[in-house]
C-alpha cells in the first residue's frame, strides 16, 4: 500500500503486516471471513436437543424392548463410502481490506512485455501496488501473473478507482486484462486492448477505468479453475485432492462409486483464500481400502474437472502388488517424460527434490514457479489420475546448495505446503516437509534435506533425524523406502550427505543395530540416473540400495567411474519405476530405469531375504 510518494513504493510494499480481523458476526477460517451462528440460534439448537432427549426418555418409559434394540442397530457405523457434507456459511468480506491481489495479464503481441517499466495497479490517489515480483521475470509476453499485498489496512469506502499507472515509462508494455480482488472477492475484472504504456508521445502514463470496480470477465485465467486437480496422499480410508481457484470461490470436491458424478455428494468444502494464493486442499474421509472411486472438484456449483479414478490404499500390512516411480529435477518448459510415466500405469509418483528451479525464497516468486509447473499439460494430466507425493531439495527450498542458515526458509515452506497434498508434514516444534505414507506393506519415509541442514552436523537435524530412526524402528512394512533429494553414497558431491557421513552412518548402523530389515534409499539432484549399492557388509549389516532418478527435464552431468555403481544413464531425461511384490514367498523389488521416449535402460532387483540382518 502507498500513502506518500511512489518512488517510495517499493520499500513500503515490503513492510510485515497481518490480516485485517473480521466484522462482528463473522470468525477468520482459512483466511477469509465467515458468519458464525448467534447465541440464540445455539440456544435453540440446545432445546431442540433437550426435546430430543424428552422423547427418547418418553419411548423408554414404553419398555418397548425391540425399540431399544432398533435404535441400537441405527447407532452402528453406515458402510463405508461417499458422505455429503453441508456447505460452510458464505463468506463475508471485511469493510477494511487486509490483502489486495492483483492477476496482470501481459498482452501476447510483439513488443508487450516490458524487463524496466515499473507499472502500478491504483485503487485511490495514493494507494498503488507495484506489479513487481522481486528475483522473477514477470509481465513478459503472453504471461499471467498473481501478486498478493498482506496487510494493506485500506477502507474499501475509499475505493475511488481501477487506475493502471506508468512510472518509468523506458519500455512499452501493454495488458490484455487486469483483475482485483480484496480480500480474496473478485471485485474487479476487465479484458484489455490498445492500451500500451511507455515515454513515448502515443504511450499512456495512467489509463483509469471510467467504470470502476466491475466484472466483465470472470477470471483473468482460462477459467475461474486455473490448476489442478492433483490426487496427493491416499489412505485406506480416504483421499486428498489439491485445487487451485483465480479467487475466493466456493470449492467442493465431489466424489461417486462410479464414474456418473451428477449425483455425486459434495465430501469436502473450501473457500480458498489470498493467503494461500487460493490454493486449497480438499480430503474425503469414510471410504473402504483398495477401492476404486471417481472424483471430480466443482467451483461456485459447476463442475471443472473430472470424473478422474483414484483407488485407495490397501489395509496397512496387506501384502500385493505396488508400483512406483519416482524422479527429480524438473526445469525445462517442456516436460513430455510426464506421459512416459503415466504410460506406466503407476499407483504412486514421487518428486524427490528439484520439482522446480525458483531458486528464491520470494513467496509470489515461488508460487509463481509452482503455477507454471503445473500448468505444463503433461504434467497436470499424471498429477490429476496418480497419487503424487512430494520432498524438495535445494533449488525449489531456495537456492543452490542451500542449507539452515538461509534466509527465508520459512517463506519456502509456506509456499511448498500450499502447493502439495501431502499428508501432514514435520513434526510437533520440528517444521519441514517430512512425513511418512504407508501403502499396504510398504513405508515411504519422505525426508526434508533442507530445511535443517548443517544444524547437528547433520542434513536433518538432530530431531528430524531421531524421528527417522523412530519410524524406521516402529515400521512393520516389508520395505521401508527412504527417500533423500541429496544422494546417500558418500562419494557424492559436497551438497550430499557425503558431508554428513558421521551422521549418515548413525542412521546405516542403527539399522543394523535395530535389526531392520528392507531398507531402500532414493534420492535425486545428480542430473544422471543411477543404480548404487552402498557396501555395508563390513560394517555387519546388509548392502543398501540406492536408486537415483534424475533428470526429469533439464540438463545431463557425466557418470563418475565409481564401484558402487551398477548402472549410469547420463544423455536423456529419466525416470525410475519400481515394481514391488510382498505376495512372493521371498519378497521382491525390481526397479527399471526408463528414458523420456520409453526405452528401457536396465533393471536392479533385491529381495527382502538380501535386505536382512539376519537370514
Known sequence: MLRAS????????????????????????????????????LLDDDDDDVSDDDDSGDDDDSGDDDDSGDDDDDSTEPPAGPRPVDPPSPVTFPSTVGTVSVTIVTADVAFAGTDENQIFVCLTDTDCFRLNIAEYNDLERGATDVHHFEGVGLSRADIDRVEIRSANGVDRWEPSCLAVQLDGEPVYCEPLSGLQFGEESNELQSWIDPQGLHNTCASCFGGVSTHGPMIGGLEPDGARVWARTDATRLVGLRVSETNDLSAAPVVDWAYPSPLDDYATTLQVPFLAPDTEYWYG?????????????????????????????????????????????????????????????????IVDALRAEYRLSLAIPERAALAATTSTLATWDDHDYVGNNTDASSPGRADALRVFQEYWANPEEGAPGVPGTFFVQSHGDVDFVMLDDRYHRG??????????????????????????????????????????????VTQRDVIFDHIRDADIDGVVLLSGDVHRSEFRVIDRTAAGSYDLPELTSSPLANTNSPCPNEAEIELCAASDSYFIVVDVDTLAADPTLVARMIDEAGVELGTYSTTLSALSISP
Open 297 to 361: 472438484v466443482e467451483v461456485d456449483g459447476v463442475l471443472t474437472s473430472g470424473p478422474t479414478p483414484f483407488t485407495t490404499a490397501p489395509p496397512p500390512g496387506m501384502s500385493g502388488a505396488l508400483r512406483f516411480a519416482f524422479g527429480s529435477c524438473s526445469k525445462f518448459e517442456d516436460q513430455p517424460i510426464f506421459d512416459t510415466i503415466a504410460a506406466e500405469d503407476p499407483d504412486l509418483f514421487l518428486f524427490v527434490g528439484d520439482n522446480h528451479y525458483a531458486n528464491t525464497a
Open 455 to 500: 544444524l547437528d552436523d547433520s542434513i536433518l537435524g538432530g530431531p528430524q533425524q531421531q524421528w527417522l530412526l523412530d519410524v524406521l524402528s516402529a515400521s512393520t512394512a516389508t520395505f521401508k523406502v527412504v527417500v533423500s533429494g541429496s544422494q546417500w553414497t558418500a562419494d557424492g558431491s559436497n551438497d550430499s550427505w557425503a558431508s554428513f
Open 6 to 41: 511512489l518512488p517510495l513504493l517499493a520499500a513500503l510494499l515490503l513492510l510485515p503486516g497481518c490480516p485485517t480481523p473480521c466484522e462482528e458476526g463473522t470468525e477468520m477460517l482459512d483466511g477469509v471471513c465467515v458468519s458464525v451462528a448467534d447465541d440464540d440460534d
